[in-house]
């Protein structure tokens, strides 16, 4: 027998104030806050079967506790698993949680005749077959901005480490060599911040810089509320030319690779400082080489290459990256593996936001924040609401919601929701007053429409 399925964070269904005056509004408003909320009904699938969870390679045991605290039965190892190894298990998994070493490829999924959605507690989601996984109805989750903040205090410490020549008298000093200096050494306060991308970790930054009495620029492609005192200029010529630190936030794509490169470089002030924590083909790192050389840069921090190592202890150099050596002898120039968002605060927010994620698809079909997939969701159903709920994946071809509201004509839609992405489309309906007898049919009669890939029901 499936075990009801709890949320560790309730969604709380919306309620509505009733009062004559504002006066009223308000004072119910606050009854409502601390005694009458209405909770949210906890729906389970109506088959009659444990949802079995495959998690690997070491995903933190708080998202498996979560998951067994759901009634979820979890099979956790600490290791990734080969195609063959996967082909052979997933079958008899509802949901799987991996990291970026475990390859579900279109072999794994055709394999995995029960699966209903994949957690990666990651970044990227590349290890995933995506076009496969939607096409079999199967959304993909991940995590993209839980280390946004971790990034922003690596560029924080990378600001003062650079304009301290930190890393080149801490060297010196495990050398033997006692050099203390304090030419070309500067304090961070008073000095402009330019950041080129002003999304989740540039506008973190841009908070935390003021605090250090910078001045903050910033250049994005979109228009952007400045939070502080930051101030968005025109043009990433007019950013280069006015910061004493420019530090890169951007995605990779087609028009950032080598957004900054020999002209750029330039156009940056003499004596300052070039800092990349976002994706290593913005930069053209032969002119940073050169500029660095010459001494029109005072320095620089790289977190990211274009190629990196694909495992720890593996050789950064000019195998992997023409210029690795030339860039290893610079002085003032700190190299750091791709470590921006490496922390164990980011690791466990990976762990929560991809569990949640996870069980509020299992438990409400939501598809909030799925990368492969439409992104669906309807308000909860009270804890005293008798609907059921219906989550239906089915081709991205016409006709489809004719039929399906064909099949639900007969009784009152209370609330439904579509939408669709690329060959996928994504219905969930909330139905009240469906007899069990007639659930079965309805149920029939949906999963029995061409265009269907996969339907649920929660109840
Ligand atoms: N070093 C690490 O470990 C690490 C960790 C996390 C993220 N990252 C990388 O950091 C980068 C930024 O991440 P984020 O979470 O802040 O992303 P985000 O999507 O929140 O923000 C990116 C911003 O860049 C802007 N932008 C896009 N194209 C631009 C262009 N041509 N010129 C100016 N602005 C442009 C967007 O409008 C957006 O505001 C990404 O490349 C991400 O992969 C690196």
């Not at 990291?99 to 794994?108: E, G, H, L, N, Q």
């Not at 402009?192 to 910078?214: C, D, K, N, P, R």
Request: net charge neutral; hydrophobic share 40%; charged share 20%.
């Amino acid at each position: 027998m499936s075990k009801p399925i709890t949320i560790a964070s309730a969604v709380v269904a919306s309620t509505s104030p009733q009062g004559t005056s504002l006066h009223d509004h308000f004072r119910r408003r606050q009854e409502l806050a601390t005694f009458d909320i209405r909770l949210p009904k906890i729906l389970h699938p109506v088959e009659k079967e444990d949802i079995r969870l495959l998690i690997l390679e070491n995903i933190s045991q708080g998202a498996v506790n979560t998951f067994r605290a759901q009634g979820f039965h979890v099979d956790h190892h600490t290791r990734a698993m080969s195609e063959d190894e996967l082909v052979e298990v997933i079958g008899t998994y509802h949901a799987i949680g991996i990291r970026s070493k475990t390859k579900i490829t279109a072999k794994v999924l055709k394999a995995a005749s029960k699966l209903l959605v994949i957690g990666c507690f990651c970044i990227g989601t590349n290890q995933v077959d995506l076009d496969s996984a939607s096409r079999a109805g199967i959304p993909v989750f991940n995590s993209p901005f839980s280390n946004s903040r971790s990034v922003a205090e690596l560029v924080v410490s990378e600001l003062v480490a650079l304009s301290r020549q930190l890393f080149e008298r801490a060297y010196e000093l495990r050398q033997g060599i006692w050099n203390k200096k304090s030419k070309g050494c500067w304090e961070i306060r008073g000095k402009t911040l330019g950041i080129v991308g002003y999304g989740h970790i540039g506008a973190q930054l841009s908070v935390l810089a003021e605090a250090f009495g910078m001045r903050v620029l910033f250049h994005d492609v979109a228009n952007i509320m400045p939070l502080g005192s930051a101030r968005q200029v025109d043009s990433l010529d007019t950013l280069l030319k006015e910061a004493d630190f420019v530090t890169l936030h951007v995605p990779e794509l087609p028009e950032t690779i080598e957004m900054i490169s020999k002209r750029q470089l330039a156009l940056m002030k003499r004596g300052s400082y070039l800092i990349n924590n976002a994706r290593g083909r913005v930069v053209d790192i032969p002119a940073l080489v050169e500029s660095l050389k010459s001494g029109h840069l005072a320095g620089a921090a790289l977190d990211v290459f274009p190629l990196e190592p694909g495992s720890n202890g593996a050789p950064f150099d000019n195998q992997l990256n023409t210029w690795a050596s030339e860039l290893r002898a610079l002085p003032n120039v700190i190299l750091t593996p791709h470590i921006g968002g490496s922390t164990e605060e980011a690791q466990r927010m990976i762990g929560d936001e991809v569990s949640q994620a996870l069980s509020r698809y299992l438990g409400y079909g939501s598809t909030l924040g799925a990368v492969n997939f439409p992104e669906v969701d309807l308000r909860a159903i009270a804890a005293d609401g008798t609907q059921i709920r219906i989550c239906h994946v089915h081709k991205n071809q016409p006709g489809v919601l004719k039929q399906v509201n064909d099949a639900l004509s007969p009784y009152n839609v209370e609330k439904q929701y579509s939408d669709s992405k690329g060959e996928v489309a994504y219905v969930m309906a909330d139905i009240a007053d469906v007899s069990p007898t007639d659930m079965n049919s309805l149920r029939d009669r949906i999963s029995g429409t061409d265009a269907n890939i996969l339907t649920r029901f929660l109840i």
